[in-house]
């Protein structure tokens, strides 16, 4: 299954991620929830100098040892990029609504306070944003 690629016996702690950096060389860092808070950042344990294949996945083991296994599913060949095709837009129908008559009433001025212009305004600056985002998503599509 997996090949030893270098003996390194790495003594692994907790809260801590170790990995194959992109020298070659295996590094640590901290884990998001990796039990209790210490430094962040990332050091390097040791320095390897691995030369990577393509279509291999290179991993540390449980021995602390790096490895290397034959990915299944890599063609040895890095993946090109896909075209899009672009979908047809259906028209959507409108349904008509009825308009209902209001009678007119006659209201009271009253003295509005500025927090409630405050208030609406920040309605309205909500709502544009809000159809600025579904704008958005249906370019997506």
Known sequence: MATVVEKTGIRREKGWLYYLDKRGDVSRAR???GGGKGPKGREKVTKCGIQREE???YFIDK???VA?????????RKKTARKKTTRK??????TARK???RKKTARKKTARKKTGRRKAAKKTARRKTA????ARRRARR
């Open 68 to 76: 290397k296994v034959k990915m299944k599913r890599s063609s040895g």
């Open 55 to 57: 279509g291999f996945l």
């Open 63 to 65: 021995s602390g040892n």
């Open 31 to 33: 884990m998001a929830r």
């Open 99 to 101: 308009k209902t008559a």
């Open 89 to 94: 837009k259906t028209a959507r129908r409108k």
């Open 131 to 134: 159809r600025k985002k579904t």
